[in-house]
């Protein structure tokens, strides 16, 4: 049974950053290195959730057009955390933002508001 537990979220201006953090437990290998995809999700109000980034066992990636070239996915298996870097943000980024882990674990979310 995998733990994630999400932080960094909080009230930014366009154009600023934050780097959210997800902090993994409980991987049967006992390291994120054995799950072969952990990811971020977000949820707009009154939108589905949607997948903005992936990061494979073997650190390849994959993101979500709206946030390619301004968000950045990585993973540090020795802390058995994954980041998610997002820079030049814009009100739309706004969302609680989740963390998965594959197959089927998630973490409970945390708020992204862009405003001025």
């Known amino acids: 049974q995998v733990q994630l537990l999400e932080s960094g979220g909080g009230l930014v201006q366009p154009g600023e950053s934050l780097r959210l953090s997800c902090a993994a437990s409980g991987a049967a290998s006992g390291s994120i290195f054995g799950i072969d995809i952990m990811g971020w999700y977000r949820q707009a109000p009154g939108k589905q959730r949607e997948l903005i980034a992936l990061?494979?066992?073997?650190?390849?990636?994959n993101y979500a057009d709206s946030v390619k070239g301004r968000f950045t996915i990585s993973r540090d298996n020795a802390k058995n955390t994954v980041y998610l870097q997002m820079n030049s943000l814009k009100p739309e980024d706004t969302a609680v933002y989740y963390c998965?882990?594959?197959?089927?674990?998630w973490g409970q979310g945390t708020q992204v508001t862009v405003s001025s």
């Open positions: 998965h882990a594959s197959p089927h674990y």
């Open positions: 990061i494979s066992k073997s650190s390849s990636t």
